[in-house]
């Protein structure tokens, strides 16, 4: 006999036994569970979790859960398993999607990474940089290629420009924007979603200009080194140093965010 298809009046439980799933009475684990189910079973590693959240990565080709005939999301225990790893690695890691999309696509487990500041051989804390301050690969997008990938809006982008916090590249009467850029509209994309616009964004472009500089004061000498040793070591340290520097920040917010769900 077919899998009944979902109607609007079924529960969470019943999607889950129409599309193959096991009641509980058997004993035996669910082998799919619906959207709202997966938010619940993450919610207490991951309070921040949300459906849109978990739909947003979906559009950005991180997730790829299968689908009943009445639409509905139906997640397997291994699409459970890459979506918590996900979580971490933006958590825990601070990586932006493009780098976890290739963590994923090298074979990236489903194992907790690594608690950040670890020690390394020199018994220094080695901490991981989400984003390389040397160049990047060069590559360019364009604001067509920028509002495809990041499902952002035109006057979104324009609005970033505006408060400075995108620029840009304009060649041949076409603007291009990094990988960096890329990544950046795709965060504010995410946040558009609750109301937040370029000018809310004018204290994340301050507090980034403050960081760089006070780095740029600690580490000036070495960067300006003539010697190709010392100024590798110097880059080095500024990337270590900027991902403390971003660890501190989110440990310092999640302390103030937690006073205020008390």
Known sequence: MAAQAPHAGMGELDIEIAAGGEAPETGKRQKSLTIGAVCKALAQEFPDISISKIRYL????????????GGYRLYT????????????????????LRVIRQELAAGRSGEPAPLPGRLGRDGMRAWRASVSVRESTGALYSMDDVLEETKAEGKLVRELEEYGVVKGELRGGVRYFDETEREIIAAVAELARYGVGGRNLRVFRSSADREANLLQQILSPALRSRNPERRKEAVEALENLAAVATHLKHLLLIRDLRKIVR
Do not use: H, N, Y
């Open 58 to 69: 979906e559009d950005q080709k991180l997730l790829t859960p299968r689908r009943t005939p």
């Open 77 to 96: 225990q291994g699409d459970v398993a890459r979506l918590r790893t996900i979580l971490r690695m933006q958590r825990d890691e601070f990586l932006p």
